[in-house]
């Protein structure tokens, strides 16, 4: 059986053999608790964490200490979210973050308010992007931490992080920002951005599923984080729990890789997107969502007139990988509630797919996803007039 073209590449993406090259050693021979100071294996796994901080660390301008190993976004961005609202009680009890941040954010939004948090959910422009008046006009005097995301899973936009963080530091409110989606494809500089907590994952540029970090500011200001989990003191007190040593040098590599052809790859992955783009237009009523050029290179959501959403992502089932959305709601029947935040239609909405274009994919896959994405598009109208 052929294997359909991948183009999800939002969703996850496939180990790079360079960086399951790096992590080897550390199954195998070099396999020592990083956290077992008296002996030579532990003192090699301890390195090898050590350079991977640091390579991290490098990548967004900020300091090894900085770096909260855990594993992945989604508990990064609850240690976030919930060690900061336990941390500053004192302080305030009001959130701020946006309709169309990823569930990993929301969820814990929801749990925070259940406890007596306060919660402002941004609106959105058409485009996706917040309006920074709306953040700023938000703020309050009990305000403790504004979450934003970097780049949207679903539809790609890049939310201004310099304006934002500045608006935070002014008011003197902590700024988070879940860049699962951007490290490595955007330049991101926390010290510019003020950026003072970012949730970070390995899998979504080619490194290993099950490791990611919380990058934590130690001074102007210096975060305080009251821990989620207990039970060894390791990272600092903040995450307990036997580090992942090949998981993380493979983290710090597919970090390295990405930095190093930042620039000349996310100009193939636009050029590719932009191929794609054109070829789909020649279909009447295909809309896109989002910015047409603050956004993520390889993504490219789209929805479909007169198309059931369902039904097209079967259709493509097969011959082309692709999802109507985020890939931990997608299986649910309710419209994406990003593409209702922009505007769309609940039936746009649900005719929806997210092309993610990726490191392995060529233009002649390219040009075969979109010329499948269109007959199936022009089949299933036929089909629906047939039947009416």
Not at 86 to 110: F, S
Request: glycine share 8%; charged share 20%; proline share 4%.
């Amino acid at each position: 059986m052929q294997r359909p073209i991948y183009l999800d590449y939002q969703a996850t993406t496939p180990l790079d053999e360079r960086v399951l090259e790096a992590m080897l050693p550390y199954f195998r021979t070099a396999f020592g608790n990083p956290a077992s100071v008296n002996h030579f294996y532990g003192w090699e796994a301890e390195a090898a964490v050590k350079s991977a901080r640091e390579a991290i660390a490098t990548a967004m301008h900020a300091s090894p200490e900085e770096i909260v190993f855990t594993s992945g976004a989604t508990e990064a961005n609850n240690l976030a979210l919930k060690g900061v609202a336990e941390a500053y009680l004192h302080k305030g009890r009001h959130i701020i973050t946006a309709h169309t941040e990823h569930n990993a954010v929301l969820d814990p939004c929801a749990y925070l308010a259940s406890l007596g948090f306060e919660i402002t959910y941004l609106p959105v422009q058409p485009d996706g992007l917040i309006d920074p008046q709306d953040l700023e006009s938000a703020i309050r005097a009990d305000t403790i931490l504004v979450s934003i995301m970097a780049a949207n899973n679903e539809i790609g936009v890049l939310q201004p992080l310099a304006t934002i963080g500045d608006i935070c530091h002014r008011h003197q409110v902590l700024f988070h920002t879940d860049a699962a989606q951007a490290i490595g494809k955007i330049p991101l500089d926390v010290m510019d951005m003020h950026i003072d907590l970012m949730s970070l994952t390995a899998h979504k540029i080619y490194g290993p599923k099950g490791v990611g970090a919380l990058y934590v500011r130690r001074r102007n200001p210096r975060v305080q984080l009251a821990p989620q989990l207990h039970g060894g003191g390791h990272e600092r007190g903040l995450r307990s729990g036997t580090l992942a040593t090949p998981q993380i040098v493979g983290f710090a590599t597919a970090i390295a890789i990405a930095i190093e052809s930042q620039s000349s790859e996310q100009k193939r992955m636009l050029d590719l997107r932009q191929r794609l783009w054109t070829q789909l237009q020649q279909v009447d009523g295909i809309h896109l969502n989002g910015h047409a050029t603050q956004r993520l290179a390889g993504n490219l959501n789209i929805s479909v007139e007169g198309v059931d959403g369902a039904a097209l992502i079967i259709g493509l089932n097969g011959r082309i990988a692709v999802s109507s959305g985020a890939a931990c709601s997608s299986t649910k029947n309710s419209p994406s509630h990003v593409l209702m935040a922009l505007g769309r239609s609940e039936e746009l909405a649900h005719a929806s797919i997210r092309f993610g274009i990726g490191r392995f994919n060529t233009t002649e896959e390219i040009d075969l996803a979109a010329q499948t994405a269109i007959a199936t598009i022009q089949s299933l109208r036929q089909a629906k007039i047939l039947n009416s």
